[in-house]
Each structure stands twice: as structure tokens, then as C-alpha cells.
């Protein structure tokens, strides 16, 4: 064998060698996050960890952007930038073995130190996945390059092509097969925690509301083609969160405490116990301050639930109005997440609710089963927890949760919106009767009138639907006689207060966009 033959496949072999301990080190690593905490796996928490870490402008614009591939995008691209680091750890391994090795022990400290970073770690056993797997991903990586630098008897020992060719694929598949079986036996130990979470909300039975949701008023639905529907169904209905994967808590053992300032009788309530409360039913319309002007970021949905403010009062809690000490409720999740709401919007008798149920089902995995919070009239991040399982009562001095240490504000109510669903931007319309039409939002102050223009025409009353309720958005529609040219739609809302939306423009950050939303058509 000549040297130059011996050279090309090695180097092959050796970035494969980096692969298989990759492979093995995170194989072995989820079968160790499998027994101690699905979440502190490192593709997970170094995924949570960079969240956590992008900067506001960079989130916003991987929301903007992925929209809810957002996650996906990020799984692909660690998984991208481990397989180069993989291949690369193995090339140097060829020339310093040890190096190799530590290189791979290196990423398993950044692994291990992204799981006990994250806000849902609790104990330093999060470290335990990297660190194990790395430790096997550093042996095999050991091993296999040195069946690629073994001179063998019998072969010549030229350096380049003497090598343990037997010896390297005997170790190579053994170490993808071993390597496989832990990674399936992590899937299914995992997977059980799942499962238990699965059957729990499978055998989850919503009681009949006490107090159902209000009839919609009659049209309150518009029969126009390509408009929002008013209730939006769950499977359109948007996704906005940090999480990587979707947290599937247990019902059967989900507890929800309560404590904190002021809090008189701290409380712990079961889901059970919830489902035997009082429970009420009512259309509310969520909005995300991320949503651009004219965003996809709102929906409204028949929320069932127990009704927030008397549980707080059950608790002790007063509302700052009435003497009370917390003038913040920070709600936190089981993925760690905090929220904070203003004490005195959630006990000043709008619908705040603990709600478990969603258009008449127990709240999807992706919306929080078993129980989130929903108040009307302020953006999710600041109100809507999913997966909670803490409320803390505090101050706003006293403590900022996620998103404000992320320079969002600290109290956000939602702005007056409007958005044209139909015609889509660029549609291609004939001359003739156009019915534009869509939806607007003013959540607690509801929608009063909506004005179209076209071009630098006249501001037009549009139809109204009737309004449900100050807490849902409402539907609008106005047939425009369009004419033959390249047009520019304008809409503009104005609440029950009697403002009208701003023409000002703002971005999301910090406490939601403003302006007006636009569409441009050419009308063949
Ligand atoms: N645990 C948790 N709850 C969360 C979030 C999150 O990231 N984690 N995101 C919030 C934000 S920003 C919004 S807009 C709403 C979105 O709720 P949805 O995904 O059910 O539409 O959830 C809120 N609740
Ligand atoms: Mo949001």
C-alpha cells in the first residue's frame, strides 16, 4: 500500500470516528437525561440555553422570519454545527489523540453547563447526561483512532498506511450498535413519562361549565371568504414560547402552589381539585406582542377555566387597590418560564382565568395542559403562563421576569389593532365589487368602528359584526368598488373608548407595534 492511498481514506475514517463518538456521546447522554430529567439532555438544553441567551432584536426576527419553525430551525442548526465540531474533534484526534478526547470532554462541560443553567434546572444532576455521555464519546473516540494509528504485524508500519483496518470496523460498528440500542432504550424511558402525560390528559374530562360562554351574537361570524374565523380552531391557533420541546406534564400529579407577599393561607390546588372549582367558559381574544402589524400572532378561543381572582382571594391576596402589598403575580412554569401580571388587573373582575380547557377540550400540550392562565387585555408574555405550576405574589421593584430582564416591558396592555385579511397583499382582484374584510382587536375596551381607505382616498365606515364581547376582536367587512390600477388598502380601528388607532409606527419591542396595516392590489 503506498502512502498516498493510505492518507485519504484515514482522514475519512477519522471524521467518521468523530461522528460515532458524537453518535455514542449522545446517544448515551439522552438515555442518562431519560432517568434523570428529559429536559437536561444537551441538544435541549444547550438549544434552551441559546435562547435564553439571543438577544431581543435576534428573537424577534427568528419569529419574524421561522415563524413557529423558529425551534426547528435552531434543533437543525446545533445539530449541524455538532456534526462539523464531530468530524473535526476526530481529524485532530489523528494527530494528538488525548487532544481528541479532551476536546470531546470540553463539549460535554459546555453541555453540562447549559442544563444547570437553564431556569427549570434544580439540581446538579442536570450535569450528569453531558458529562456521562461525553465521557463515552471520549473513549470511543480514543479507541477508534487508535485502531486508525495501530501498525499491525504483518503490514508495513510506513506510519501512513499502517493501520488496525480490522480492528477500527469491528470497533466502529460496535460502537454505532451499542450506541443505537442506548439511544432507543433513552427513547422509550422517556417516552414513558410522555406516555403517563398523554393518558392523563386522554382521560381528562371537562365538567360542564357553571357559567357556559355567552352565546355569539347572530353574525357575529361574517360569511366572507378568506376572513379570520372568530373562534379560531386549535389546530390553527397560533404557537408562541421558548420551548424546545413541548413540556407533557402529568395531570395526575401536576400541583399548582400559591404564596408569596400578602398571601395570607398559601395554597396548593390538584388539577382535580381545579376541575371541581367553579368553572366558567368565555371567548377571549390572545394576542402576542411580537405580532408585527398586520401579524399572524392573534386568535380567540372559548377558554374554560376557574376564575383567577377569587382562588387569590381564597389565598389572602388583596389587590393593591385594597391595601394589598404585591402589586406583581409571577407565574411560573414547569419549563421555568416567568410571567408577571399586574395583581390588580387580574382581581379587577375581567376573566383572568386558570384555564384548563380550549374550544371544549382539555388545553392542547402546545397551549399548556394541564393549566395556563389567560387575562383578557394583556399581551401573552405578560399574562397567558402555559404549563404553570407556581404563582408567586411580589412587586414589579422586586422582581423582573423572562422577558422584561429581556428589555420588554414590564406591564403591556395590548394595543388597538386591525388587519385586513382579504385581499391578500399582491392579489390580483377583478374590476368590480371587492369585499375587503377582516378583523380588529381592543381587548377590554372593545371595537367601536373600523375605517377602510383606498389610496389617499376618504376614511369609509366598514360593516361591523356585532360585537361578542370588549374582550374579543370583531369582525369587519366593506364592499369596495375597485377599479382597474394598482391600490393601496389602509385600515384603521378605533376602541370603545373612543381612540382610534395610531398611525404611529413602532416596532414590537417593547411593548407591542403600532400603526396601521396595509395591503396593495392590482385590480385587473
Ligand atoms: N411557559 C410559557 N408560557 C408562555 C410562553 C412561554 O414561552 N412559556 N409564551 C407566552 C407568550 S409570549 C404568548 S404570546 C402566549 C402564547 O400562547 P399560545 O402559544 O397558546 O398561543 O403564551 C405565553 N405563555
Ligand atoms: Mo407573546
Same mark, same amino acid.
Request: one cysteine or more; hydrophobic letters at 45%; glycine letters at 10%.
Given at each position: 500500500?503506498?502512502a498516498?492511498?493510505?492518507?485519504w481514506?484515514?482522514r475519512v475514517l477519522?471524521?467518521l470516528?468523530?461522528l ?6 449522545l ?10 430529567r ?6 435541549t ?18 419569529i419574524?422570519?421561522f ?9 437543525l442548526?446545533?445539530l ?9 474533534? +476526530?481529524l485532530? /484526534? ?5 487532544a481528541? @478526547? %479532551? #476536546? &470531546? !470532554?470540553?463539549?460535554g462541560?459546555?453541555? $453540562? ?21 461525553a465521557?463515552?464519546?471520549a473513549?470511543?473516540?480514543?479507541v ?13 508500519p ?6 488496525d ?7 466502529a460498528g ?9 439511544g432507543?432504550?433513552?427513547r422509550v424511558?422517556g +417516552?414513558?413519562? /410522555?406516555r403517563?402525560?398523554?393518558?392523563s390528559? @386522554? %382521560? #381528562? &374530562? !371537562? ?5 357556559? $360562554? ?17 373562534t ?8 408562541v ?7 407533557k ?8 402552589r ?7 393561607r398559601?395554597?396548593t ?9 367553579e368553572?366558567?367558559?368565555?371567548h ?21 377555566? &376557574? ?25 411560573r ?8 401580571t399586574?395583581?390588580e ?5 375581567r ?11 382539555p ?38 421576569p ?42 377590554r ?10 389610496d389617499?382616498g376618504?376614511?369609509?365606515?366598514a ?9 374579543t376582536?370583531r369582525?369587519w ?19 370603545g373608548?373612543?381612540?382610534?388607532q395610531?398611525?404611529?409606527?413602532t ?6 407595534a403600532?400603526?396601521?396595516?396595509t ?6
Amino acid at each position: 500500500m503506498t502512502a498516498s492511498e493510505g492518507v485519504w481514506p484515514r482522514r475519512v475514517l477519522a471524521g467518521l470516528s468523530g461522528l460515532l463518538a458524537g453518535y455514542a456521546a449522545l446517544a448515551v447522554a439522552e438515555l442518562v437525561a431519560a432517568a434523570v430529567r428529559p429536559e437536561a439532555g444537551p441538544v435541549t438544553a444547550v438549544g434552551g440555553a441559546a435562547i435564553d441567551r439571543t438577544p431581543a432584536p435576534v428573537k424577534d426576527w427568528a419569529i419574524r422570519t421561522f415563524g413557529e419553525s423558529d425551534k426547528l430551525v435552531l434543533q437543525l442548526g446545533i445539530l449541524a454545527v455538532l456534526t462539523a465540531l464531530a468530524a473535526a474533534v +476526530g481529524l485532530l /484526534a489523528t494527530r494528538h489523540r488525548r487532544a481528541g @478526547a %479532551a #476536546a &470531546v !470532554l470540553a463539549l460535554g462541560v459546555v453541555g $453540562a453547563l447549559a442544563a444547570t443553567s437553564r431556569p427549570d434546572s434544580h439540581s446538579l444532576l442536570d450535569a450528569a447526561p453531558s458529562l456521562v455521555g461525553a465521557s463515552v464519546g471520549a473513549a470511543v473516540l480514543f479507541v477508534l483512532v487508535g485502531r486508525l494509528s495501530a501498525p499491525v504485524a504483518g503490514e508495513e508500519p510506513d506510519g501512513a498506511g499502517g493501520w488496525d483496518r480490522r480492528g477500527f470496523l469491528i470497533a466502529a460498528g460496535a460502537a454505532a450498535a451499542a450506541s443505537t440500542g442506548a439511544g432507543a432504550l433513552g427513547r422509550v424511558l422517556g +417516552g414513558s413519562r /410522555a406516555r403517563d402525560a398523554v393518558s392523563s390528559r @386522554a %382521560a #381528562a &374530562v !371537562l365538567p360542564r361549565p357553571d357559567s357556559p $360562554a355567552p352565546a355569539l351574537p347572530r353574525g357575529a361570524q361574517l360569511r366572507v371568504f378568506g376572513i379570520s374565523p372568530f373562534t379560531t380552531p386549535n389546530k390553527d391557533f397560533y404557537r408562541v414560547d421558548t420551548a424546545l420541546v413541548v413540556p407533557k406534564v402529568d395531570a395526575t400529579r401536576w400541583r399548582l402552589r400559591i404564596h408569596g407577599r400578602g398571601v395570607s393561607r398559601p395554597l396548593t390546588v390538584t388539577y382535580d381539585e381545579l376541575l371541581g372549582r367553579e368553572l366558567i367558559e368565555r371567548h377571549i381574544t390572545l394576542t402576542c406582542v411580537s405580532n408585527e402589524v398586520g401579524g399572524p400572532y392573534v386568535g380567540t378561543a372559548r377558554w374554560i377555566g &376557574v376564575p383567577l381572582a377569587e382562588l387569590l382571594a381564597e389565598a389572602g391576596v388583596r389587590p393593591p387597590s385594597r391595601g394589598g402589598p404585591a402589586d406583581q403575580l409571577v407565574a411560573r412554569s414547569v419549563d421555568g418560564m416567568t410571567l408577571g401580571t399586574p395583581v390588580e388587573d387580574v382581581m379587577d373582575g375581567r376573566d383572568a382565568l386558570l384555564a384548563v380547557g380550549m374550544n371544549g377540550e382539555p388545553l392542547p400540550f402546545e397551549h399548556g395542559f394541564p393549566v395556563r392562565m389567560v387575562v383578557p387585555g394583556l399581551y401573552g408574555y405578560v399574562s397567558a403562563c402555559k404549563w404553570i405550576e407556581d404563582i408567586e405574589l411580589t412587586t414589579f421593584d422586586a422582581y423582573d421576569p423572562y422577558w422584561v430582564k429581556r428589555d420588554w416591558a414590564r406591564r403591556a396592555p395590548v394595543k388597538t389593532q386591525s388587519r385586513i385579511d382579504t385581499p391578500k397583499p399582491f392579489a390580483r382582484p377583478k374590476a368590480g365589487l371587492v369585499v375587503v374584510a377582516g378583523v380588529a382587536w381592543a381587548q377590554r375596551r372593545g371595537i367601536d368602528r373600523v375605517e377602510v381607505r383606498v389610496d389617499d382616498g376618504p376614511w369609509r365606515p366598514a360593516d361591523l359584526a356585532p360585537q361578542a364581547t370588549v374582550d374579543t376582536w370583531r369582525q369587519w367587512s366593506l364592499p369596495w368598488p375597485a377599479t382597474p390600477g394598482s391600490h393601496t388598502l389602509t385600515v384603521r380601528a378605533t376602541d370603545g373608548t373612543g381612540r382610534t388607532q395610531t398611525e404611529e409606527r413602532t416596532r414590537t419591542i417593547p411593548d407591542g407595534a403600532s400603526g396601521r396595516h396595509t395591503v396593495v392590489v392590482t385590480v385587473d
